[in-house]
């Protein structure tokens, strides 16, 4: 079964240890934004968050999320 709860428009390929760790993930200096990490939040965490930032967000997930 496809988990269809999160979609990637545009998969980042940049690599999550070499950006700066932050309060809620990483900050990545290419794009200057922060990385939200969603690795151990749930479902409704991660909907919460996505709520928040309004669709506009970075975020680093597993492919079972």
């Known amino acids: 079964m496809q988990n269809k709860f999160l979609k990637l428009e545009k998969p980042c390929?940049?690599?999550w240890e070499d950006m700066v760790p932050?309060?809620?993930g990483n900050y990545c200096n290419l794009c200057a934004k922060n990385v939200i990490?969603?690795?151990g939040l749930?479902?409704?965490e991660i909907a919460q968050e996505?709520?928040?930032a309004n669709g506009n967000i970075c975020a680093?997930?597993?492919?079972d999320q």
């Open 13 to 15: 390929t940049e690599n």
């Open 37 to 39: 990490d969603f690795t």
């Open 42 to 44: 749930s479902h409704f």
């Open 60 to 63: 680093r997930v597993t492919s």
């Open 50 to 52: 996505m709520k928040l």
């Open 22 to 24: 932050n309060k809620k």
